[in-house]
């Protein structure tokens, strides 16, 4: 497949589409914050998924302008949404960025544009890294500290399944911990044997302890079943996502979710 010119053209032409996954609190299921995410609708195949493009626009860099159109897309979506409901309605929006984004000299000034431009709040914003991103060495470090100053919130991605999770989380200016969902898979599973239980809660119980020592937020990620949510809810996790929660949706959707909770 040709992705790579295809995606250029889907760029300029408005193919490509930003969609809100809602974050939410388990004790209630208030919405907390969104996870942008990018959909494209080609105008032949359907809707392409981002497991496929995403890689073809890392390899030809248009994951830049990508990128920074997702990002200003949010922006401006989560500061109509503060507008609309308020400003502690949604205290949160997440945006995913590749490794090629932080090392782009401009994405500094892309994020600061994107701030300003939309009125948003830099503490609004969270910026989802993944860990074998965020280990790129000294370039990357450096803006993700800058990102840090400016007030803008950094989330790992993922977290758990990259190399060297815990000396990362000290060194990384991190807010949040995004426990990956292969951690969520199969915890709710009680075949009456505690120890094998236990050992499929492991790392999610690591990772919330961890989490607490450092200071630091979490979201477990992949919530598929309440009895999910209940395990999460008992080993100390408060914010979830997934299917079972809410499932990724247009802004308009959103919009009705934060009606209803007003
Ligand atoms: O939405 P879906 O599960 O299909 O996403 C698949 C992958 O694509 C996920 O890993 C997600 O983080 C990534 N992804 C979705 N939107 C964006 C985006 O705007 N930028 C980047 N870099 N990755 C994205
Ligand atoms: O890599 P990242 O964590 O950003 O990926 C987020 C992706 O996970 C999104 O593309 C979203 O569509 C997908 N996703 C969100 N919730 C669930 C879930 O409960 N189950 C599965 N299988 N995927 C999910
Ligand atoms: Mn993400
Ligand atoms: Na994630």
Redesign the pocket.
């Known amino acids: 497949m040709q992705l790579g010119g295809e995606l250029r053209r889907a760029l300029d032409n408005d193919e490509l589409q930003v969609v809100y ?1 809602p974050i939410l609190r388990l004790e209630d299921q208030r919405v907390t914050g969104v ?1 942008a ?1 990018v959909r494209w609708q080609h105008p032949t195949r359907g809707a392409i998924r ?1 497991a496929e493009f995403i890689p073809a626009a890392e390899q030809t860099g248009l994951i830049v302008p990508l990128g920074r159109f997702v990002l200003r897309e949010a922006c401006r979506q989560a500061a109509a949404w503060s507008a609309e409901f308020g400003p502690d309605a949604l205290p949160e929006a997440g945006v ?1 960025v590749s490794a090629r984004q932080l090392h782009d000299p401009d994405f500094v000034a892309d994020v600061a544009a994107a701030l300003a431009d939309s009125g948003l709040p830099c503490e609004r914003l969270v910026l ?1 890294v993944t860990e074998s991103a965020v280990l790129r060495g000294q370039q990357v470090s450096r803006t993700l500290f800058e990102l840090d100053r400016m007030g803008i919130r950094l989330a790992l ?2 977290f758990g399944t990259g190399e060297s999770s815990l000396s990362l989380l000290r060194a990384f200016p991190a807010t949040i911990v ?1 426990l990956d ?1 292969s951690f969520v898979d199969g915890i709710e599973i009680d075949d009456g044997q505690p120890a094998a239980a236990d050992a499929r809660r492991a790392v999610a119980r690591a990772v919330i302890q961890l989490a607490h020592a450092l200071g630091l937020a979490t979201v477990a ?4 079943s309440p009895e999910q949510a209940a395990v999460l809810r008992e080993l100390g996790y408060t914010l979830g ?4 929660l809410a499932q ?1 949706m247009t802004a308009e959707d959103v919009s009705r979710l934060l009606a209803r909770q007003r």
């Open positions: 996954q996870e995410l981002p995913n989802e991605d993922d995004k969902k990620e992949g919530v598929e996502q997934g299917y079972h990724p």
